[in-house]
C-alpha cells in the first residue's frame, strides 16, 4: 500500500510555470507506475500524464503534450509534474495516483491508489 500527498499547487498567471509533487510512503514506491489527473469544476476527472515505475516511459495526454513533463526520484519516493506554458483551461484540481501494470495506463480505473489532491488555478 502507498500513501499519496501532493503539492505545489497555487494561483498563477497563463504563461507561467509551476511544479507539482506527490510524495509517496511506503518502502515499495519504486514499484508503482504513477500517474496524474486533473479534475475541474462540472468536468470529469481527466488523465495528464503518467510514468512507469522505472521511470524510463512516460506517455501524455493531447492536451498537455509538449508542455508538461512527468518525472519521478525513486529514491525521494515522489513524482513531479513540471508544467509550463500553463493556460486558463489548465485551471482543475491535480492528482496523483499510483497503480501496479505496465504499458499505457491512462484512466483512473487503472490507478489502485490516490492523494487528496492540489488545486492549480491559472488565471488570463
Known amino acids: 500500500q502507498v500513501q499519496l500527498v501532493e503539492s505545489g499547487g497555487g494561483l498563477v498567471q497563463a504563461g507561467d510555470s509551476l511544479r507539482l509533487s506527490c510524495a509517496a510512503s511506503?518502502?515499495?514506491?519504486?514499484?508503482?507506475?504513477m500517474g496524474w489527473f486533473r479534475q475541474a469544476p462540472g468536468k470529469e476527472r481527466e488523465f495528464v500524464g503518467g510514468i512507469s515505475w522505472t521511470g524510463s516511459n512516460t506517455y501524455y495526454a493531447d492536451s498537455v503534450k509538449g508542455r508538461f513533463t512527468i518525472s519521478r526520484d525513486n529514491v525521494k519516493n515522489t513524482v513531479y509534474l513540471q508544467m509550463n506554458s500553463l493556460k486558463p483551461e489548465d485551471t482543475a484540481v491535480y492528482y496523483c495516483?499510483?497503480?501496479?501494470?505496465?504499458?499505457?495506463?491512462?484512466?483512473?480505473?487503472?490507478?489502485?491508489?490516490w492523494g487528496r489532491g492540489t488545486q492549480v488555478t491559472v488565471s488570463s
Open positions: 495516483a499510483a497503480a501496479i501494470g505496465v504499458g499505457i495506463l491512462s484512466t483512473q480505473y487503472d490507478y489502485a491508489y
Open positions: 511506503g518502502r515499495t514506491f519504486s514499484s508503482y507506475a
